[in-house]
C-alpha cells in the first residue's frame, strides 16, 4: 500500500502547482482557464452553489475520507511544503517526530459553529478569513507575489541598463496594511503549526477541515491497524502529521486523518492499512463524545452579536472631502453589494488578474467583514480597462458573475462625480480637458465655456464608473472629478455614435 | 529650412542653447547643410501607408539622408491608447513598420519604438497592431511605463516648463522620429505632432496643471528635435478624441505630411483637419504658442511645400 502516499504526492502537486503559479503570474500571460482549477475548491463551489462540484466533493470524501484536504487545498498542501523543508532548519533532523495528541474538539467545533451561524446571520466574516483557499490566495498575492514583482524589476533594471527589454519592470501592487498583516498573521500560523505540530491548523482552526472530519469517520474507506501483523512499533504514529495515530490503544481518530498515507509508508510489516471500514462488524470505539454544545452556544452568541455591532460600525465614517466617505466601487459584475458582500472570501484572485491593478483588497471600505474583498482604487493611469472583463471571469465564488465584453461596457459600476468648481478650466482659465480625454463612453465630455476654452460635463446616464477621468484629474489634493460607487450595478445607455463623415476629401487644404 | 530654423532659434534663444553640449552634438553631426533643394514639406494624398511613405522619403531625399549607417534611431509614435488600427487612436502600424524596414534598410544598428501610453502599455503595443509591426521590421519595443526610464532634461527656451523627465531613448539616439497620427482631442483640441510629444516625457499632470497648450509648445523647444514630424493621415478621429468610441470617428483621408517644422506640420494638418471638421487653428492654442518660441512658422505659404497626389 505504499504506492499510496506516492499517488497522494503526485496529484496534490498537480493540483498545488496550477494554482500558485496563476496567483504568482504578473505578466498576464497564463491562460485564464486554468482559474477552472479553482472551482474544485470547498468555499468557493459552496459559496457559487456549484452543485456539480459539491457533488464530487462529497463523494470523494464520503469513499475515501479527506482527500480535499491532502490533495485539493492549496493552504494544506502549502503546510506539507512547509513540514517537508523544515527538517533543514530543525536542530534534531528526526524523521519520526510526531506523537498522538488529542483532539481540540471544543475549539474545533465552536469555530465550525460559529462560522456557519455568521453566515446564515448575514456575515462572512470567518468564511472569509477561515476559507484555506483563500486564505493562501491571500498569502501568496500579498508576501509571494510581491517578491516575485521585486526579483522581476531588479533582474529587469539590470537587463534595461543593457539594452534588453525583454524583461520589464512591473508596478508593485500597491501596499493595503491590514491585508498584508492578515497574510502575514495566516502566514507564520500556518508556518509554525505546520513545523511544530503538521497538520494541527486543518484539524484545529479551520472550517472545512473540521466540516470534512465529521464526514471522514463515516468514510467507506479508512486507516486502520491490522492487529494481527501490528508489533505497535510506534513508527506509524511518528510519522502521523494529523497526530491522529495513537499506537498504544491501536486506534486512528478519523476525523482528524488527512490521508496522507505517510503510515502506510512507514510501517514495514503491513500493521496499518487503508481498507473499507463496513466490511465487518467493527469494536466500537468511538469515545464519548464531549457534550460542548452549551460552550459552542455561548460562543456562538457571542460572536454573533459581535458581528452585529460591527455591522452598525460601518455607517460611521465622518470625514471631510466627499471623496473620501464616497461608497466602495465593487468590480463589474458584482450586480449588488449584498449579494458581492455574502459571496466574496477575498481570495484575491481577481486582484491579481486586474491587468491595470486597478483592484486592491479592501480594510473598512465594505465594513470589518469585507476586509480583504476587492474594490477599485484610482491612481494616475490606474483605472478600469474598457475593454477588459478579466476579473468577472476569474472569480470562483460566482461573487463576480461573469460578464460578456459588451455587457461589461454598459455596467454601470460607479458614476462619476464632476465638483465644476474645483476645475483647473474654472480656477486657472486654461484647457485641459484631462478627464474627457480618458472617458471611453464620452459620458465626461466638453463643453463651450468661454474664450475658445472648453469645460468637462457629465452625463450620468453613459458613466460606467470606470474612473479614467478621476485618475487623470489634475486637482489636488482632491479631484474635481471621481467616481462614487453604485450599490446596484445598473445599466448605462449605450453612447451614441458619432455622425459618420461621408464625404471624400481630395484636397490637401493648404 | 530646418537646419537653418534650428540655427536661428539656437542664437535667440541665447547661450544656454549654445552650450548645452547635445545641442552642439547635434550641430556637429548635421549633415544636411548642402540640401536647399529639398521641400520643407512634403504632403501626399491616395496611396497606402508605406507607398505614400516611401514616396514622400523620396522626395525628401531618401531615408539616408537622416539615417547613417550605425546610428541609433528611435521612433515615436502614437499608441497611447488600448484600441484596434481601424479606430485611428493610434499611429497606422503598416506607416511604423516601414520606417522601421527603411532606417534598418539606411543602416541603423538599432530602431527602437516607445510611447508613455495612457492606458495599460502592453495591452496598447499589442492591440494598436504596432509592436508586430515594429518587431517583423526587425525594430525592438521599449517600455516607457516606469519613471526610471526618464531623466531630467532642462528646456532654456521653456515658459512654465523649465524641466522635463524625458525618456532615455530619446535622450540617447543619433535621430528621431515623430509620427503621430491626426486627430480630434478633448482637452487640446488636436493632437498632431507637437500634442504627441507628451508621450517622451514622463509627468504629464504637470502639462494640466500648468497651462496645457503652454506646456506642449514648452516640449517642442527641446533643442534635440526630431528629423522629421510624419503626421500620420491615412486614418483620422475627427470627434471624440482621442480616444474615440467607434469607426463613426474615423474618416479616411489616405495622406501623410511629413515636415521637419513642428509649427508648420500641425497648421498643415490642421487645414487637412479643418475639411472634415471645421476647426478655428487659434483654438489649438499651442500651435501659435510653439511658433512664438520660434520651434517653427505657421506660414506654409512661404515655405517649399511638395504636394503628392498618388492614385
Given at each position: 500500500m505504499k504506492f499510496l502516499k506516492n499517488i497522494r504526492i503526485v496529484l496534490s502537486i498537480l493540483f498545488f502547482l496550477p494554482i500558485l503559479v496563476f496567483f504568482l503570474d504578473f505578466t498576464g500571460k497564463l491562460p485564464l482557464a486554468l482559474h477552472q482549477f479553482l472551482k474544485i475548491q470547498w468555499i468557493p463551489a459552496l459559496l457559487s452553489l456549484n452543485f456539480v462540484v459539491i457533488g464530487i466533493l462529497l463523494i470523494l470524501s464520503i469513499l475515501f475520507g479527506r482527500i480535499y484536504c491532502s490533495v485539493i487545498c492549496p493552504l494544506g498542501i502549502l503546510q506539507d511544503i512547509i513540514e517537508w523543508k523544515s527538517k533543514l532548519f530543525r536542530k534534531k533532523k528526526k524523521k519520526n517526530r510526531f506523537q498522538f495528541s488529542k483532539p481540540q474538539n471544543i475549539l474545533r467545533y465552536s469555530i465550525l459553529g460559529v462560522t456557519i451561524l455568521l453566515f446564515v446571520f448575514g456575515s462572512s466574516f470567518l468564511v472569509i478569513l477561515l476559507d484555506p483557499y483563500s486564505t493562501f490566495g491571500r498569502i501568496v498575492s500579498q508576501l509571494f507575489r510581491p517578491l516575485l514583482i521585486w526579483a522581476n524589476n531588479g533582474f529587469a533594471w539590470g537587463l534595461n541598463a543593457v539594452g534588453n527589454y525583454s524583461f520589464y519592470k512591473v508596478e508593485q501592487i500597491a501596499f493595503i496594511p491590514i491585508a498584508f498583516i492578515i497574510a502575514i498573521i495566516f502566514f507564520f500560523s500556518v508556518a509554525t503549526l505546520a513545523v511544530k505540530n503538521g497538520r494541527l491548523y486543518c484539524n484545529t482552526i479551520c472550517p472545512v477541515g473540521t466540516f470534512l472530519g465529521l464526514l471522514s469517520k463515516i468514510s467507506v474507506f479508512r486507516i486502520a491497524f491490522e492487529e494481527s501483523t501490528?508489533?505497535?512499533?510506534g513508527s506509524c504514529e511518528k510519522n502521523c502529521k494529523s497526530q491522529c495515530i495513537d499506537s498504544d490503544t491501536m486506534t486512528v481518530d478519523d476525523s482528524r486523518c488527512v490521508t496522507c498515507f505517510n503510515c502506510l509508508s512507514a510501517c514495514k510489516r503491513g500493521g496499518i492499512k487503508y481498507d473499507i471500514r463496513y466490511k465487518k462488524h467493527t469494536a466500537n470505539q468511538n469515545q464519548a463524545p464531549v457534550d460542548n454544545s452549551r460552550r459552542t452556544f455561548l460562543l456562538a452568541s457571542g460572536a454573533v452579536v459581535g458581528s452585529i455591532l460591527m455591522a452598525k460600525a460601518n455607517n460611521l465614517n465622518p470625514k471631510k472631502d466627499s471623496i473620501l466617505s464616497r461608497k466602495p466601487i465593487m468590480p463589474p459584475g458584482a450586480q449588488n453589494i449584498n449579494h458581492f458582500n455574502a459571496h466574496c472570501t477575498g481570495c484575491q484572485l481577481c486582484v491579481t488578474k486586474c491587468p491595470m491593478q486597478v483592484l486592491k483588497p479592501a480594510s473598512l471600505e465594505y465594513g470589518i467583514s469585507g476586509i480583504t474583498q476587492p474594490h477599485l482604487v484610482f491612481a494616475t493611469h490606474i483605472f478600469c480597462t474598457y475593454d477588459c472583463n478579466i476579473c468577472s471571469s476569474v472569480c470562483p465564488t460566482g461573487a463576480l458573475q461573469p460578464i460578456a465584453m459588451e455587457q461589461k461596457k454598459l455596467t454601470q459600476i460607479g458614476v462619476a462625480k464632476l465638483r465644476i468648481d474645483m476645475c483647473e478650466v474654472i480656477t486657472h482659465e486654461t484647457d485641459c480637458g484631462a478627464c474627457s480625454e480618458h472617458c471611453p463612453t464620452q459620458a465626461v465630455h466638453m463643453i463651450p465655456y468661454k474664450n475658445g476654452l472648453t469645460k468637462p460635463e457629465v452625463t450620468e446616464d453613459l458613466c460606467?464608473?470606470?474612473?479614467g477621468c478621476e485618475s487623470i484629474c489634475?486637482?489636488?489634493?482632491?479631484?474635481a472629478i471621481y467616481v462614487e460607487g453604485s450599490q446596484t450595478q445598473a445599466k448605462a445607455k449605450k453612447p451614441e455614435e458619432a455622425k459618420k463623415f461621408d464625404k471624400v476629401i481630395d484636397d490637401f487644404g493648404f | 529650412m530646418k537646419r537653418r530654423d534650428f540655427f536661428k532659434s539656437a542664437a535667440l534663444a541665447g547661450l544656454a542653447a549654445a552650450f548645452s553640449p547635445k545641442a552642439f552634438g547635434v550641430t556637429s553631426t548635421s549633415k544636411s547643410l548642402a540640401v536647399q533643394s529639398e521641400p520643407d514639406m512634403v504632403a501626399v494624398m491616395g496611396g497606402e501607408p508605406a507607398a505614400m511613405l516611401t514616396r514622400a522619403l523620396k522626395e525628401l531625399g531618401g531615408i539616408g539622408h537622416y539615417v547613417k549607417k550605425g546610428n541609433k534611431v528611435v521612433i515615436k509614435p502614437?499608441?497611447?491608447?488600448?484600441?484596434?488600427?481601424?479606430?485611428?487612436?493610434?499611429?497606422?502600424p503598416e506607416l511604423i513598420g516601414t520606417l522601421v524596414r527603411l532606417c534598418k534598410s539606411a543602416g541603423a544598428s538599432e530602431v527602437i519604438v516607445f510611447d508613455h501610453t495612457c492606458h495599460d502599455w502592453i495591452k496598447s503595443y499589442a492591440n494598436s497592431g504596432i509592436q508586430a509591426a515594429v518587431t517583423a521590421a526587425g525594430g525592438k519595443m521599449v517600455p516607457g511605463?516606469?519613471?526610471?526610464?526618464y531623466r531630467e532634461v532642462d528646456l532654456p527656451r521653456g515658459m512654465n516648463l523649465k524641466k522635463a523627465k524625458i525618456h532615455q531613448a530619446i535622450l540617447d539616439c543619433d535621430v528621431w522620429f515623430n509620427v503621430p497620427v491626426l486627430k480630434h482631442h478633448g482637452g487640446a483640441k488636436n493632437s498632431i505632432s507637437m500634442k504627441n510629444l507628451m508621450g517622451i516625457v514622463w509627468d504629464r499632470g504637470v502639462f494640466h496643471r500648468n497651462d496645457l497648450h503652454q506646456c506642449i509648445a514648452d516640449t517642442a523647444t527641446y533643442h534635440k528635435s526630431p528629423a522629421l514630424n510624419i503626421v500620420d493621415a491615412y486614418r483620422i478621429m475627427k470627434s471624440n478624441g482621442p480616444q474615440g468610441k467607434s469607426e463613426s470617428d474615423v474618416v479616411m483621408l489616405k495622406s501623410l505630411i511629413i515636415s521637419p517644422d513642428f509649427v508648420a506640420a500641425d497648421t498643415a494638418s490642421m487645414k487637412l483637419f479643418s475639411q472634415v471638421q471645421p476647426t478655428d487653428i487659434s483654438d489649438v492654442r499651442h500651435i501659435a504658442l510653439a511658433e512664438k518660441l520660434k520651434v517653427g512658422t505657421q506660414n506654409i505659404e512661404k515655405l517649399n511645400v511638395k504636394r503628392i497626389k498618388m492614385n
Open positions: 501490528c508489533n505497535r512499533c460606467i464608473g470606470c474612473g489634475p486637482v489636488r489634493p482632491y479631484q | 502614437n499608441i497611447g491608447w488600448d484600441r484596434k488600427p481601424e479606430l485611428a487612436a493610434n499611429t497606422n511605463n516606469d519613471e526610471s526610464y
